[in-house]
């Protein structure tokens, strides 16, 4: 059992770097961002490359990862994002839908569709026991580094002065320009580094979900799953979200079938809407 909370524990550590991002631009910007998994498969093939083309270490791959990505992000963001703030959220839909579709074309030319792995450095290979437990030392390190980007999110969103002027932006833009606030400075810098920590979270991810060219599209639900039934408070919500997903995921798998198990995420979906509609942390109305 303590195996079983462990690993799901790491494995929602990593649903929540993944879709925090996601977090940000649905939930605070008030943005419906589909595409946000082609910036995970963005960082998730650069870690690829480097390693696997320039010997370049696993860690060091880390940090590159989220620049490449939130400098992609950043490119969109002010060529093509930035004209769709305020449009309606079917218009969003299909306009991310859209991206994804190109990110999954543009990714099966350059780089095929077989699925891509890395290899691990030998420190961050095996498994330990602990108080009767198999804990796999990736895994330890998983929920170590997501756990201090968790506290270091929320500590940036509530603590300092450009998470006030995000909240003052996202409440109301009008005002905050008047305020002097810049607001399409705020929402740039917001949105590169959730399409940089979406980057972050595909390198990470790539030991254990895979990649390949239908990243963003296999992981959509996932991601959208997160901040719904977390909510749109802030980052909180999808963090509580993601280690209750993350458990009951890797436990319905163990107990049940495989194939059965992996409905047991929807269930807990169906179950959070029912009685909370706006999500386990809804913003104050």
């Known amino acids: ?19 925090c991002g996601l977090a940000v631009t649905l939930g605070l910007m008030n943005f419906v961002n589909l595409a946000h998994g082609a910036f995970a498969m963005a960082g998730g ?20 990862a989220f620049a490449a990505a939130a400098a992609l992000g950043l490119v ?3 060529t093509l994002y930035v004209h769709m703030y305020g449009r309606s959220p ?37 498994r330990r026991e602990v108080l009767g437990a198999s804990i796999g030392i990736y895994r330890s390190f998983l929920i170590v580094l997501c756990g201090a980007l968790a506290m270091a999110l929320q500590l940036a969103l509530m603590k300092t002065r ?9 409440d109301d833009a009008r005002v905050a320009r008047g305020l002097g606030i810049p607001v399409g400075f705020v929402f740039a810098a917001t949105f590169a580094v959730g399409s940089g920590l979406a980057g972050l979270g ?37 963090f509580v979200a993601s280690l209750l997903l993350g458990v009951a995921d890797v436990a319905g798998k163990y107990y049940l079938s495989s194939a059965l198990g992996g409905f047991v995420i929807y269930l807990v979906l169906i179950v959070v809407l029912v009685l909370r509609p706006h999500g386990l942390f809804a913003r104050a109305r």
């Open 162 to 170: 450009f998470g006030s002027r995000l909240r003052a932006a996202v």
């Open 202 to 238: 595909g390198a990470l991810g790539v030991e254990l979900l895979g990649l390949d060219p239908y990243f963003p599209l296999k992981f959509m639900v996932f991601f959208l799953i997160v901040v719904t039934v977390g909510g749109t408070s802030g980052l909180m919500g999808p």
């Open 1 to 19: 059992m303590a195996t079983i909370l462990f690993d799901g524990m790491a494995y929602g550590m990593l649903l929540f770097v993944l879709a």
């Open 45 to 64: 093939y650069v870690t690829v490359v480097l390693m696997d083309k320039g010997g370049v270490p696993f860690v060091a791959c880390l940090p590159i």
């Open 90 to 126: 079917l218009e969003q839909v299909l306009f991310s839908i859209g991206l994804v579709f190109i990110a999954v074309a543009v990714t099966d030319y350059f780089m095929g569709s077989s699925q891509r792995n890395i290899q691990l450095p030998a420190w961050l290979q095996g």
């Open 76 to 78: 969109l963001e002010r």
